[in-house]
């Protein structure tokens, strides 16, 4: 035990001192959590904004800009042409409505082609649809204006042929036709001629999630003291980003960590040391410990951190912590079996960070989105990247899951399997060394 | 002639690791099959509003409601690229019961039925309302759907509040029943017609930050340029490993110039990453069917012009880090984050607006979206501009690493006297 403790507090020395390394697992993490949890964010808004420039500014522009205005669901933004554009490339807004200049005189032209330019990303869906709603509004005072027309045209017509009624013989135009046009706008005021029959009901169908609401999981009990819970998340793409991210620098960090085991073997003192009784066995698992702590050390300070920066408790869930852990072992035992194959530390920290970004990667730690499946997904699943982020997706979505289900789950399994299969290889690899 | 020397030396070394020659070659073309699988719904992803369906129930089942079917189902039949991922809002025809069942399962967002008799009682003044049904759970959903039925029930308030001001006016002048013989039938359709005619009003135009490319064409330019900075870390391992060992130092004291050394890394690097260049190309062409008709001089300037940007940040690396595992630890780290910061992961549309200011000072950022222009066939002005913006870069990173290059040089020869 003495021996083990010595080794670990040795090693923890070493490992420890390289401070800015430890820094640099910690910040770059964050970042790149920053923009996955940002870009694989899949919650919706409450509200559909759009953009809406009025280079006419007469009464008929603002008419149709206060009727769009009221609607619920959509949210208005005035602004001019060129930031109106520069929304919808940015994907700030569905997309943006620029009335156009001569709009009221085009409409009382009658000429109503092109009057408003509707601007819209390739990924716009409702596009088509606002301009629906937008168009209703615009038909009002399209109707307003041809029922005028209609009737002063009607009065000039029957006046030829000496048809009015004497009452009616001198009416100046203008007035007539102003009238007749307040006339059909005041019928509004009643309510609109045509209603529908709104009706809301409930589906049954609660596991659809939608329109960013979270669905909260039964069984999977937060850990005791913590006063968060999933709905508190409020931003699951975040947790899964975040722990995507954790899982991709745990791995970075203990495959860079490891080179210990090549390191003293190049330099011959493992082969000095295994010949006193026992050390073999105290320097490996000194050097395991000496992982693990510095892992633990990792995942605490970035859930720390993910905590107070995004408001996110990675480990709010007993699952989660425990998922982590069988995830940590799985790649101390793997760093260690692969050092042990490595002749120098050169090839250990020149391949290292390579093996960790590939395995990231086809792992699914940058595209850790719960609803992926399909060829990503089942290749994903040869990584301990791709099982531990399986095991979180399944336990942070489930529901009536327990912590036996986790450990008797096939994910888990896998991976416990692997770390003690590997950690035995490995440790039979350096007691090999000594022939 | 040491310039050739150094490079065939660089080569030999890169091509002596069989593992690492497999991996520099066969990558690429699986990460953009694996980017495409996993990450290609980004390109079209709508922040505000998923796609979703909207079930008709026709119950009045006349010529007339028909119509109005017809036209709710052509309204949203824009045409959608073959390749995207992304579905438009759909109307299905279906019957109540049905609708019914698809509401409560989730695969319609609401339901729209026309009664019976709808288009009887419009003609006589009485208006049937139309029954509109949406899921509460889904509260954007449902305002939508409201919205856009209640645009247009006003569509046909307008109508008949037009045809209502004609009967008005006309029997003020002359008659009420006089409209009715000669002008209602006229009025009814003229007033239908002029509401119903609001698509005319749309110009539409459609803007993007992406130029218009395939998710293929798209992938194949982020990843091009993540790879082409992969090369880069060969010859910051090739400089740092001659620190490491000594050969920079005596290199310092033999005839060789600064200027030839960087040369001769330089061109290593653009070696290796032409080689790699066309390890992704020819197969993207060839499988994923990637537009390369552009003219190859455009290409060859872009991929030239990257190379040497890749080059200089490499060499900036490699001066800069004390070991080898410093070298290769930034190199890695700096190209991972460059690529999430510059959009060769994630498109930079999805980007928060402060990670899309950062991108700005990236590589990934400038070659990519040149790339893009190459693929999607449209070389604009910016084309240029992300080629000056390259080569500014490249010569800041260079004239940077010569300053710190001559420090180091000093401070080894004030040791050693």
Known sequence: MHKILTVLKYKLKILL????????????????????????????????????????????????????????????????????????????????YIIKEGFKENLIKGNTNGIIEQVSSPSSIASNMIGEIIGGEISRIIINITAADWVV?????????????????????????????????????????????????????????????????SMNK?????????????????????????????????????????????????????????????????????????????????????????????????????????????????????????????????????FSIITGFIGGCFWNIPQAGGFVKTISLFTPQGLALDLFNIFSAGANLSLVNLLTSWQAVVLILSSILLTVLSYVRIKNLRY | ???????????????????????????????????????????DMNRFVDSFNIALVDKDDTVESRVLINQFISSQSAEYDIDSTRNPISFIKTDEASAMDMLNNGDVAGVIIIPEGFVYSM??????????????????????????MESYANIISAAQNGIMTAYVYYDKFVSGKEFYDEKYADVVTSFSLKALSKNDLFVNKEVS?????????????????????????????????????????????????????????FITVFI???????????????????????????MLIMFVTTVFTVSACAIFVAVISPTPAAADLAGSLGTLLMAAIGGSIYPLTSLPDGIKSLSY?????????????????????????????????????????????KLQKGNVLRIRS
């Open chain 2, 123 to 148: 003609s006589i003044g009485e208006n049937k309302p139309l029954k509109v049904i949406t899921d509460s759970s889904r509260p954007l959903y449902a305002l939508f759907i409201k919205n856009y």
């Open chain 2, 361 to 405: 000072l990236t590589i990934n950022r400038w070659a990519v979206d040149g790339f893009l222009q190459i693929f999607s066939g449209q070389i604009s002005a910016s084309y240029y501009h992300d080629i000056g913006i390259l080569m500014l870069m490249g010569a800041v990173y260079i004239f940077i690493s010569i300053i710190l290059l």
């Open chain 2, 1 to 43: 002639m040491r310039i050739p020397i150094i490079i065939k030396n660089d080569l030999k070394l890169f091509f002596s690791d069989w593992k690492a020659v497999i991996l520099f070659f066969g990558l690429p073309i699986a990460f953009v099959s694996i980017f495409i699988s996993s990450l290609s719904p980004l390109l």
């Open chain 1, 17 to 96: 001192s390289d401070k800015s390394f430890m820094l640099a697992m910690t910040v770059i993490p964050l970042i790149l959590t920053i923009i996955t949890g940002y870009a694989l964010k899949f919650e919706k808004e409450n509200k559909i904004p759009l953009a809406v420039c009025d280079l006419d500014k007469t009464d008929y522009s603002k008419t149709v800009i206060d009727l769009i205005s009221k609607k619920d669901g959509l949210e208005i933004i005035i602004t001019d042409e060129e930031t109106a554009v520069e929304m919808v490339r940015d994907y700030k807004v569905e997309a943006a």
């Open chain 1, 222 to 354: 937060p850990v005791p003291g913590s006063s968060m819970n999933k709905s508190a998340f409020g931003t699951d793409s975040i947790s899964s980003a975040a722990f995507g991210m954790l899982t991709a620098f745990i791995m970075f960090m203990l495959m860079f960590n490891s080179s210990w085991l090549v390191e003293e073997k190049e330099n011959g003192t493992l082969k000095r040391i295994i010949s006193g009784p026992g050390a073999i066995s105290a320097l490996f698992i000194g050097n395991i410990l000496s992982l693990i702590f510095i892992g633990l050390i990792q995942i605490v300070l970035f859930s720390f951190i993910c905590t107070i920066v995004f408001k996110v408790n990675l480990f709010a869930y007993v699952s989660n912590i425990c998922i982590i852990i069988i995830y940590l072992f799985s790649v101390i035992s793997l760093s260690l079996f692969i050092s042990s194959f490595l002749k120098t530390r050169i090839q250990l920290q020149a391949g290292a960070p390579l």
């Open chain 1, 153 to 217: 045209s009607e009065y000039n017509s029957l006046k030829a042929d000496n048809r009015l009624k004497s009452a009616y013989s001198e009416k100046d135009v203008d007035v007539l036709w102003q009238e007749a046009w307040d006339y059909t706008d005041s019928l509004w005021a009643s309510g609109p001629a045509m209603t529908i029959d709104y009706i809301e009901i409930e589906s049954s169908n609660v596991t659809e999630n939608p329109d960013n609401i979270n669905v909260e999981s």
């Open chain 2, 209 to 265: 930050y992406i130029p218009n490319v395939t998710k293929y064409e798209y992938f194949t330019a982020a990843l091009l340029v993540v790879f082409i900075m992969f090369s880069g870390i060969m010859g910051i391992k090739f400089t740092a490993s001659e620190k490491l060992h000594g050969i920079s130092d005596r290199l310092s004291v033999s005839p060789l110039k600064d200027a030839e050394l960087i040369l001769a890394r």
């Open chain 2, 272 to 298: 290796l990453s032409l080689l790699q260049f066309f390890a992704l190309i020819v197969p993207a062409g060839l499988i994923f069917k990637i537009y390369l008709n552009a003219s190859p001089v455009y």
